[in-house]
T-cell receptor, first 114, second 109 residues
Framework: DTAVSQTPKYLVTQMGNDKSIKCEQN?????MYWYKQDSKKFLKIMFS???????INETVPNRFSPKSPDKAHLNLHINSLELGDSAVYFC?????????????FGPGTRLTVT | RKEVEQDPGPFNVPEGATVAFNCTYS??????FFWYRQDCRKEPKLLMS???SGNEDGRFTAQLNRASQYISLLIRDSKLSDSATYLC??????????FGTGTSLTVIP
């Protein structure tokens, strides 16, 4: 059984479009995260939710809007896509917030904006 | 100054060699530390937590030096399958945690 799953795995789209990435975890964890990994491989946290509440909201353009319908799901919607949004987006989950617990990552969504 | 800094490498070592990576952190109040491994085009996975007294898991040894604010990862008897990027993660008070940029290791036959 996949612990943290993301869809789609690959996403190729044009500038200006709106797209969503979905994430689900079946680990019973309370906390979920979105990360962006750019071409230089730097992994940067974007958002974190704990029990459906936003607890980390890093400096991210407001074109990015996360949504957590329940604690097992965390989706990411991106409006008006730009070339610089091209990256791999990883979803992750952990038992609780605070970075004290192991984070389990999804397989990533490779977004290419043309 | 970055919260967490790692030498990006690359480290190219022959099979069987011992290799060590360091990771420095800026916040002296940091509380927990981890090493993750990321294979090419894959997601990061936890390799090991780093405990104050140091800890070992098979060929891997992690150490914490609070006075100098760094953590280290030692890999003994390197295998080809150890080739990956190694990320250090440091947790600071206030639910903040930071990933290093990673150190690339290639083990050569």
């Amino acid at each position: 059984d996949t612990a943290v799953s993301q869809t789609p795995k690959y996403l190729v789209t044009q500038m200006g479009n709106d797209k969503s990435i979905k994430c689900e975890q079946n680990l019973g964890h309370d906390t979920m995260y979105w990360y962006k990994q750019d071409s230089k491989k730097f992994l940067k946290i974007m958002f974190s939710y704990n029990n459906k509440e936003l607890i980390i909201n890093e400096t991210v353009p407001n074109r990015f809007s996360p949504k957590s319908p329940d604690k097992a799901h965390l989706n990411l919607h991106i409006n008006s896509l730009e070339l610089g949004d091209s990256a791999v987006y990883f979803c992750a989950s952990s038992q609780a917030p605070g970075g004290l617990y192991e984070q389990y990552f999804g397989p990533g969504t490779r977004l290419t904006v043309t | 100054r970055k919260e967490v800094e790692q030498d990006p490498g690359p480290f190219n070592v022959p099979e069987g060699a011992t290799v060590a990576f360091n990771c420095t952190y800026s916040n002296s109040a940091s509380q927990s530390f981890f090493w993750y491994r990321q294979d090419c085009r894959k997601e990061p996975k936890l390799l090991m937590s780093v405990y104050s007294s140091g800890n070992e898991d098979g060929r891997f040894t992690a150490q914490l030096n609070r006075a100098s604010q760094y953590i280290s990862l030692l890999i003994r008897d390197s295998k080809l399958s150890d080739s990956a990027t190694y990320l250090c993660v440091v947790n600071s008070p206030g639910n903040q945690f930071y990933f290093g940029t990673g150190t690339s290791l290639t083990v050569i036959p």
